[in-house]
């Protein structure tokens, strides 16, 4: 079965019943993104573009990350790309910022509430993927979004950034990691062209069950009814034009990935590796 999966991996995914799934993978750096295209991914769902940012003496500026945004692309053919705009936080911190010394970092500064506090990395940010945008297919999507007003000053920052026209191609969105954003899913749809539902932090937030603690595995490693019933409810809410994507580890899980697809999940990104083995559990499904 391994070697059938390889032979087609990098056919597109289709299911029994003729729906094709989309199966991508999670990046952090050019190289992963060189894997991910040797696996046959159908695009990067997910650039963790923390990379960029984490253990060095300053931010980088436009012109770096426009480069490397833009390697990333040319590593996978030019495939589209989704560029999550920095998820930082005191659980991740970046030394040239001052530390919070916050109790609780996955409940505190994070994400995008971190991006919404240091305006000027965002807006250099934002600049440098507008202009990857307008060379090669992009995505851009906020992490650790809560509340529909993040979303709205996320677009308007974004549109900012953009000034004139938008480039051809670009799609933005918001992860779902939160339990207040997948309940509410709703509400962002006006205002978003995907979900991406990002499972390890919404098993963490749902159950409160801290990602990453070995004690707590019996919580964290499967998908717990709850965590499915909301990931039924962003299916539900998403309708026919916003498409939902699950980009945390539990994609990649063969038992799971039926469930997901029962959900209306129709985009799947794992870790590059994995990528032939999730498009041949599609076709089973
Ligand atoms: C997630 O939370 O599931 C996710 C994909 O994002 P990260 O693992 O980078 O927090
Ligand atoms: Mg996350």
Known sequence: ??????????????T?????????ANVGSVDEARTAAANGADLAGLVRTEFLFLDRDRAPDADE????????????GGR???????????DKPLPYLPAPGEANPFLGVRGIRHSLAHRAMFAEQLRAIVRVARRTPVSIMFPMVTVV???????????????????????????????????????????????SIGTNDLTQYTLAAERGNADLRALTEGLDPAVEQLIRAVGEAAGERVVVSVCGELAAASAVVPRLLAAGVRELSVAPSLVPDVKQTVRDA
Do not use: H
Not at 65 to 76: G, N, P
Not at 162 to 174: R, S, W
């Open 1 to 14: 079965a391994r070697d059938q999966a390889r032979a087609l991996a990098s056919r597109p995914a289709v």
């Open 16 to 24: 029994r019943d003729g729906v094709t799934v989309e199966v991508g």
């Open 65 to 76: 990350q426009e480069s490397v945004y833009l390697r990333i692309a040319e590593a996978l």
């Open 80 to 90: 589209r790309i989704t560029l999550r705009t920095l998820d930082a936080g005191s």
């Open 149 to 195: 007003g993040e979303l709205l000053e996320a677009r308007r920052m974004l549109d900012e950034a953009i000034g004139g026209e938008t480039p051809d191609g670009l799609l933005v969105g918001m992860m779902v990691e939160v339990p207040a954003a997948a309940l509410r899913a709703r509400d962002f749809v006006p205002y978003v062209d995907f979900f």
